[in-house]
């Protein structure tokens, strides 16, 4: 099932916890949405049960992901962008030891994880990530509400009531933009990037001022990931005993040299050699510490899905720290802005779910949004842009989402770290190419990997039925 609509970068570009967006990060938003429902119906008050089904693969892979402790905490009212993520186990540990849970950080009910929180193995049609949310009330009435979280931490019911409210309100975009056709012919009339047309676009939606605020604390997040994740040693919780690895590359490659905050670090970076090898190790250092700190439940940003959340980073943070030390904020905000928009074209012409379309989906369309963005930042025209795209996708075709134990960690925080080494080299190609000559335009290869994730079978979904997830046993890792 594809959603067509407009897409502002703050929809790509989400502030969230980890580890996945559309199994984490989409049930806790459809919690608060639940909730609000509630309240708006005038039923909040009347509430003295309730229970969540999980189906498919939020069901399949529920567990590894974090999907009941997030629904948890959405129930609870906590807001994912704010809410500390050093309290997460405290907030859990009163629900299970008390057998209760304050709705809304107000209504008391009673609550057992393990029976409130059903996981059912099977698919609803609408999308493999479904969930139902089920009150009962104080007059013996009972309610069902079913939510559908379809990638990158978006939700929604399968009436799309809001739908045309959200249409309507994206109505006012000056250059409304639905394939990469359109938005290379917008840049040709009117003789502007990328990033310029959608800071156009962003315009209808908010001030100057609150774009750039906005861009500003998705950096701001991004680039603490990366450091906190290059600075935490240790083992990844969840069972594998997977070990950080990003701590030890970053000690090796930085040396003796000292800093105290993630600014310092950077120009700490740029001091360092800057060989072929040092590279590569760099921006897999900067895309394995962000997504360890995703794996581990940390504050990550979803770009377009946590599961991917390393890619963009990583790349940016290359440009800045090896290919142009006077980079600054501006940079970053054409960065993002042309990140955002060449996903949103993926979102409205094929999925950013990987239980929709396998890893592609994830990793393959971060690459290419990166790559497309850093083009822009390298001095690429806009063709050329969409032409880096359009490589770094061409070279995910088909890849699968086969995580052993459910769990956002073998084979996911390597690619992305693989996933930003082939947006660099794609970008890099494009530049060195006449996109007039190209063969494949990025629509069709935007068509050929929607065509390809429905080819797929389910067990390479997301779901830990094929792959990785059955070759490799829990017990050889």
Request: one cysteine or more.
């Amino acid at each position: 099932m594809k959603f067509m609509e407009s897409i502002s970068v703050f929809d790509m570009l989400s502030i969230g916890v980890g580890p996945s967006s559309s199994h984490t990060l989409g049930p806790w938003r459809a919690a608060l949405r639940w909730v609000e429902e509630l309240k708006d119906d005038n039923k909040f008050d009347e509430v003295v049960s309730l229970t969540v089904d999980l189906y498919g693969s939020l069901s399949l892979t529920g567990k590894g992901h974090a999907t009941d402790i997030a629904v948890m905490l959405g129930l609870m009212g906590f807001d994912p962008v704010t809410f500390p993520i050093e309290n997460i186990n405290k907030e859990i540990d009163f629900i299970t030891s008390e057998n209760k849970l304050k709705l809304n950080n107000e209504l008391e009910v009673p609550f057992v994880p393990k029976e409130n929180i059903i996981f059912n193995r099977k698919f609803l049609e609408f999308h493999p990530n479904g969930m139902t949310f089920n009150a009962s009330f104080k007059d013996g009435s009972k309610e069902s509400t079913s939510f559908y979280s379809i990638g990158g931490g978006f939700t929604v019911k399968e009436e799309r009531k809001q739908e045309k409210a959200k249409m309507e309100k994206f109505a006012q975009f000056p250059f409304p933009i639905q394939n990469g056709a359109e938005l290379a012919a917008y840049c040709k009339s009117e003789n502007k990037s990328i990033s310029e047309i959608v800071l156009e676009n962003e315009k209808s939606l908010r001030s100057e001022a609150e774009i750039t605020n906005g861009l500003k604390e998705i950096w701001d997040v991004m680039l603490d990931s990366m450091y906190v994740g290059a600075h935490t040693e240790g083992i990844l919780p969840g069972g594998l005993n997977v070990t950080r690895r990003a701590f030890e590359m970053n000690k090796n490659l930085i040396g003796d040299t000292t800093y105290n905050n993630a600014e310092e670090w950077i120009d700490a970076i740029r001091n360092t050699e800057v060989k072929f090898r040092q590279i590569l190790k760099w921006v897999s250092c900067f895309a394995l510490a962000v997504n360890e700190v995703n794996a581990s439940l940390g504050r990550v940003v979803t770009a377009p899905t946590n599961g991917s959340a390393g890619v963009i980073p990583a790349v940016m943070m290359y440009y800045m720290v090896i290919e142009n030390h006077d980079a600054n904020f501006e940079d970053v905000q054409k960065y993002l802005l042309t990140a955002g928009e060449i996903g949103s074209l993926f979102k409205k012409g094929a999925t950013i779910s990987a239980a929709l379309g396998g890893c592609q989906a994830e990793i393959g369309v971060s690459s290419s949004m990166a790559a497309g963005a850093l083009c822009e930042l390298m001095g690429g025209t806009p063709d050329q842009c969409l032409m880096a795209s359009e490589i770094a996708m061409e070279h995910h075709l088909g890849l699968t989402c086969d995580p052993i134990a459910g769990l956002v960690q073998i084979p996911c925080i390597e690619r992305n770290a693989m996933g930003a080494i082939k947006a660099i080299n794609a970008c890099e190609m494009a530049l060195n190419s006449d996109p007039a000559k190209a063969k494949v335009p990025l629509d069709k290869v935007i068509a050929t990997m929607w065509e390809t994730a429905k080819d797929m079978t389910s067990k390479y979904k997301e779901t830990s039925e094929g792959g990785l997830a059955v070759q490799v046993n829990v017990s050889d890792c």
